[in-house]
């Protein structure tokens, strides 16, 4: 699976969630922001990191590389970029949610 279509599919359950969880949700225009979405609930906005994965570690547990830019220009995921990082893991179809500031100088996350 390509990793776009990996995204799409990181992104459509991110949406679905909060959705579901009475948020309005938007989408930013645009591929040069920090941001996949937008949610509003009771006045109130919160910037959304969506990271998909499949890849298992060696632990066992799903790998999610939250690192930003592309191949070796990568840096840590930036906390100031959004407020909720939201990764969804597609064979289990789970999510994990985390709160952005809570996550420092990290390219890569276990969870599972």
Do not use: C, H, W
């Not at 547990?61 to 959004?82: C, E, H, M, W």
């Not at 709160?99 to 390219?107: A, H, K, Q, V």
């Amino acid at each position: 699976m390509n990793s776009n279509l990996q995204g799409n599919i990181g992104e459509a359950a991110a949406i679905q969630y909060f959705i579901e969880q009475e948020y309005e949700v938007y989408l930013p225009f645009g591929t040069a922001t920090k941001s996949d979405l937008v949610v509003v609930k009771d006045n109130v906005s919160y910037r959304v990191s969506v990271k998909t994965t499949s890849r298992i570690s060696r632990s066992g547990r799903y790998a999610a590389n939250i690192a930003q830019g592309k191949l070796k220009n990568t840096v840590p995921f930036d906390p100031l970029g959004s407020d909720i990082l939201f990764i969804y893991i597609i064979p289990t179809k789970q999510y994990y949610i985390f709160n952005s500031s809570e996550i420092t100088n990290r390219r890569i996350i276990t969870v599972g």
